[in-house]
C-alpha cells in the first residue's frame, strides 16, 4: 500500500518509512506543487489542511503530521509557530534558550498531530503523539534536526540529538503517533 506523505521535506518521509519497515505500507512524496497554507491554530487544524492538500493533488490515501516543541513556561510556545519561530534552525534554538535564561521550570514536549485522509477525501483517522521531556541550558548531541540539540528525553540522558536514528525512532513523538495510525491501518485491512 503507498500512502502520500504531505510533505515536502524528504528527511520526514525517510524517517517515517524507517519507522513503518515491515508494515507493508510505502510513504512517498506529494507532487512538486504541493504547497498547503498552513493557517490553522492548532497541530489538529495544521495537520488536517497539510493532509486535504495532498488529497486535492493525488485523489488516493494521505498523511500528514504537524508537529512541534511545546514548552511549559513559556505557555506553550513555540508549539505551532516552532518551524517559523525565527529564520533558521540555529536562530530558533538560540530564541528559545534566550527565553528560557533564568527559568527553572523545563519541563517541555514535542507533540505530533497525524492526520489520514481516504481516497474519498474524508477524514479515516488522526491521532496525537506526545515525547516529554525539558530544555537544556545548552546545545548536545549532532543528529536529528530541528530543537533536538536542547530536547533532554524524558527518562534518559540523552538530548534527542544525541540518539542514534534507531533510538529516536522508538521514543519520538511522530513515532508514538505513527505507530497508532499504522495499528488503525492494519485493524482495518486485517
Known amino acids: 500500500m503507498k500512502i502520500v506523505l504531505a510533505s515536502s521535506n524528504e528527511h520526514k518521509v525517510k524517517e517515517i518509512n524507517e519507522i513503518s519497515l515491515g508494515e507493508g505500507i510505502e510513504f512517498i512524496l506529494p507532487p512538486p506543487d504541493f504547497e498547503p ?23 488516493t490515501w494521505t498523511l500528514a503530521d504537524d508537529s512541534g516543541l511545546c ?27 534566550k527565553e ?3 527559568i527553572e521550570n523545563r519541563k517541555a514536549h514535542f507533540a505530533c498531530c497525524m ?19 525539558s530544555i537544556t541550558f545548552e546545545t548536545r548531541g549532532k543528529n536529528g534536526f530541528g530543537y533536538d540539540p536542547i ?9 534527542m540529538a544525541e ?15 505513527l505507530r497508532e495510525v499504522l495499528a488503525y491501518i492494519n485493524k482495518e485491512n486485517g
Open 37 to 59: 497554507i498552513e493557517d490553522g491554530n492548532t497541530f489538529e487544524e495544521n495537520s488536517f489542511i497539510k493532509a486535504k492538500e495532498a488529497w486535492k493533488l493525488t485523489k
Open 71 to 97: 514548552i511549559d513556561s513559556l505557555g506553550g510556545r513555540p508549539g505551532i509557530h516552532s518551524a517559523r519561530y525565527a529564520e533558521t534552525p540555529q536562530k530558533r534554538i538560540e530564541r528559545v534558550l
Open 100 to 102: 528560557m535564561e533564568g
Open 115 to 133: 492526520t489520514l485522509i481516504n481516497p474519498e477525501g474524508n477524514v479515516e483517522f488522526s491521532c496525537t503523539g506526545v515525547c516529554g521531556g
Open 151 to 159: 530536547f533532554l528525553v524524558e527518562n534518559s540522558q540523552k538530548t
Open 163 to 177: 540518539l542514534s536514528d534507531d533510538e529516536k525512532n522508538h521514543v519520538s513523538h511522530r513515532f508514538r503517533a
